[in-house]
């Protein structure tokens, strides 16, 4: 098996170095994210990348979009500022609806899926970790996550950093109960 595959795993911000991550590794982890492969090739991946001084525009964005008002704001906000400030950055992931919908919405969800497994799945050749987090309030519906277009819709955001990790197990059900065999 491949080891991109076997490495990969989830790794949450509270095991995060200090440590930042050079611009040049961002736009190659980019990069690999784009390979992914999309029907009709709408390529509908699209990724905001918040560090530095971005990740309180972060902050300030996932308040806005929870409800500043809300009773549970300030304890919304210490959750996510916490794992925002122990990550070196972090991607926001968009689902850029093919304004043409030549194919059907879960084909592009898919393929958004995929191109966040090729960013994860080359974190390990950097020394990097990080997890796909996607609560519900995030991934709202199209338009709604600020500044975004109309055909455009948060799919949850990607915490990045230099871990510090336990290895942790990575417990799964049996393979072959969840194959069919046709001869
Ligand atoms: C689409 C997607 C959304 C996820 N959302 C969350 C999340 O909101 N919170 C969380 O703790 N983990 C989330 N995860 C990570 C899973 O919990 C994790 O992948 C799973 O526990 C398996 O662990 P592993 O990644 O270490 O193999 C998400 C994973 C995927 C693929």
Not at 75 to 100: C, E, N, Y
Not at 142 to 162: D, H, I, K, Q, V
């Amino acid at each position: 098996m491949l080891p991109a595959v076997t490495n990969r795993r989830s790794i949450f911000p509270q095991f995060f170095t200090q440590a930042s991550v050079p611009q040049d590794v961002l736009e190659e982890l980019i990069q690999a994210a784009n390979l992914a492969p999309s029907h009709r090739k709408t390529e509908p991946w699209r990724f905001r990348v918040y560090r530095g001084n971005g990740k309180e525009r972060l902050k300030d964005e996932l308040l806005q979009v929870y409800g500043p008002d809300r009773e549970d704001a300030p304890t919304i906000t210490h959750k996510f500022g916490t794992k925002i400030d122990q990550s070196a950055a972090v991607l926001l992931i968009f689902l850029h609806r093919d304004p043409r919908k030549s194919v059907p919405e879960w084909e592009e969800i898919a393929a958004v899926a995929a191109a966040v497994e090729n960013l994860w799945l080359s974190l390990d050749s950097y020394g990097l970790g990080g997890y796909w987090s996607s609560p519900g309030f995030v991934c709202g519906d199209y338009g709604e996550w600020p500044g975004s277009a109309a055909n455009e819709r948060c799919l949850g955001m990607f915490y990045l950093g230099r871990p510090d990790a336990p290895d942790l197990p990575r417990p799964r059900g049996d393979w072959r109960e969840k194959v069919t065999w046709i001869d």
